[in-house]
């Protein structure tokens, strides 16, 4: 999902007014529902029983269009199959069976993603720079961007070991701790209120407002920005860092503000879509504190350990974790084509069936 994605409903923000998507709901309507705030659209009619012959094609037409996508799905996935949960003549039906499932999708893609930072969805190429060699020149680089004044110097951490990794590496990978492979750029980031930002964007044109950002997503709108770059933000506190189905980072580029909330993160000549899917494929645990709302420190952030592939095999994991993620969000919308069709069928069919019969007579009477 990326956030130009949301531009329908950020404009229609700024002039909020009744739309065939937006409707006004009273209090005393919410207090009935005992305040179920899933209320159907009211300017959606509702399928009549002479709409049931074209819900069933709706219907025929998306299944038709999911059992391909989860054969192209089963098709990309096999090389990989070592690397599955499931034996290689079962991915298919194991295919069908989880899509249907709660969270799915958001499971699959968890597969996806360790399987790409694992080294087991993309082959590995000899003629590829090691990255052990792709190390040394990032620690160059590093070096003249800390002299220049650009980052801070890293933290002298030790390095990974095989214990911190569920998987072998693949031999011509390297490992770093974050610190080393890319500049957390925290003292950058300012917070500023939410009425402190309304005041701030209050008349100007949206030409002069730039996305101010949080843990999760973007929070609002600043007229000003603090980074002008592809940035990794990887939430800070208030991210389910212990679900292993939900996202705790996401890619912003351009100019930017970047709160507290957010770790400020970018690749030195590492790929920010890699770092991405490792710092979501990671397992936080034991490395988050707080109870009730869970914090990840900054030095922890710089403590992780990750794998590093060779630069170009990082270009071509993004790439295939991009073609993965494109069939399983179009596997997600038709799926739930499927059941709202679906749904939609079986009232209009029940309709139909409850609907009274006419027992009006001939006016010349009974034959």
Known sequence: MRVEEFDPET?????RRETAQAWKVSIAQ?????????????????????????????????????????????????????????????????????????????YLRRIVMRLAVSGALVPQDVTDEPGAILLQRIRRTRTKLVKDHFIHDAIVLPAPSARDFAFQLPPRWASARLSEVAAVLDFR?????????????????????YPYYGATQQQGWIDDYLFDEELVLLGEDGVPFLDPLRPKAY???????????????????????????????????????????AKLNQFRVNDIPLPVPPRAEQDRIVACVAE?????NRLRELHEAISTASTELARALLHQATKPVSTARNADGPA
């Open 11 to 15: 404009e229609w923000w700024h002039d």
């Open 30 to 106: 919410i207090r009935e529902r005992r305040y179920n705030l899933d209320i159907p659209n009211p300017n959606k009619p509702s399928p009549e029983h002479g709409d049931s012959l074209a819900l069933q094609r709706r219907v025929a037409e998306a299944s038709a269009k999911e059992t391909g996508l989860l054969d192209d799905l089963a098709r990309m996935l096999e090389h990989a199959s070592e690397g599955f949960s499931l034996p290689r003549d079962g991915i298919r039906a194991g295919l069908q069976a989880v899509v249907g499932a709660p969270d799915g999708i958001a």
């Open 189 to 209: 980031r300012e917070p500023v209120n939410a009425t402190e930002r309304q005041r701030r964007i209050a008349g100007k044109p949206a030409d002069q407002l």
């Open 251 to 293: 890619l912003v580029s351009g100019k930017s503000w970047v709160n507290n909330h957010a770790h400020a993160i970018s690749g030195i000549e590492m790929s920010n879509p890699y770092l991405l899917h490792w710092l979501n494929s990671f397992d936080y645990s034991g490395r988050v504190t707080g109870t009730t709302r």
């Open 324 to 328: 993965f993620i494109d069939v399983l």
